[in-house]
């Protein structure tokens, strides 16, 4: 069984940070520590987890990361930022000071267009290369030009696209979303993270509704600029934690053993210098 290493994994500490969104997320509004996802994830393989920030109220930004850095299985840390605010150098500075931290995040599918389009915003994310930072990208399909846009302004970042590019997406419309994929993927320094598709699949989600995502993103982005997130616990929404890992070993069993091991850790090692 090849080792995985979860890119996308969110914890939920309410007794400890504050995060807004959850009153509207009553199916996951609640604690989700470190302990209940290793009983789960290490019999299927998962050896070690990047989380990913769980846009906590902005205050708890930096000690978000910190605390989880503590915890047992967690080889790093996507922190949350906001690129857009005058101050976000010093932000920048005490996030890359951190050390475990391996790229930021804005969450973009829930916010207006024009937010990561102004010059500033550009601007700021260029300054994520000169301390090795990523930055992934959480987008809407109809969003994907949006996100290509700040990609090209951006030549020297290396960027990772959650969630397959489709976010919300209704499982089953494969156009426009596969067209902008084929688009977005000729970006040299954007790959793709294959995650988050049952989610939005539905608890009658099928294999064969959910494999041409995940083949057409490794088709356009090659197996050297692809990973892996479970996307847990907003993957409960769709499914488990269990099945999401049957899935993608189902889905990929045909690739070479290389092919699957770059996908499922060697790659995360890389692109987020684990």
């Not at 209940?36 to 994830?41: P, Q, T």
């Not at 987008?139 to 590019?165: A, E, I, N, W």
């Not at 189902?250 to 092919?259: H, L, N, P, R």
Request: proline share 7%.
């Amino acid at each position: 069984m090849i080792p995985i290493i979860d890119t996308h994994l969110h914890l939920i500490y309410p007794d400890r940070f504050a995060y807004p969104w959850l009153s509207g997320a009553p199916a996951i509004n609640r604690p989700w520590s470190i302990e209940d996802y290793l009983s789960e994830a290490r019999p299927l393989g998962i050896e070690a987890a990047l989380h990913m920030e769980v846009a906590v109220d902005e205050g708890d930004i930096e000690a978000e990361s910190r605390f989880v850095l503590g915890l047992d299985g967690i080889a790093g840390a996507i922190a949350g930022c906001r690129p857009e605010n005058p101050d976000f150098e010093r932000q920048l500075a005490d996030l890359a000071a951190v050390p475990g931290i391996r790229g930021l995040r804005r969450i973009l599918h829930e916010v207006p267009n024009t937010l990561s389009q102004t010059p500033h915003f550009a601007e700021n994310i260029r300054r994520l290369a000169a301390h090795d930072l990523t930055f992934d990208l959480c987008l809407r399909p109809d969003q994907l030009p949006v996100g290509q846009s700040l990609v090209d302004r951006c030549p020297d970042v290396t960027f990772v696209l959650d969630h397959c590019g489709a976010q919300h997406i209704k499982v089953g419309e494969l156009t426009p979303w596969r067209e902008y994929i084929t688009e977005i993927a000729r970006r040299p320094n954007l790959n793709a993270k294959i995650s988050g598709i049952i989610a939005y699949a539905g608890k009658s989600w099928t294999l064969e509704a959910v494999r041409p995502y995940v083949e057409h993103v490794i088709d356009s982005f090659g197996w050297d600029r692809v990973v892996w997130g479970s996307d847990h616990p907003v993957v409960t929404l769709g499914g488990s934690l269990t099945d999401w890992v049957g899935a993608t070993r189902e889905i990929i069993k045909g690739a070479s053993a290389d092919e699957q091991t770059k996908l499922l850790n060697a790659n995360a090692k890389r692109i987020y210098r684990l």
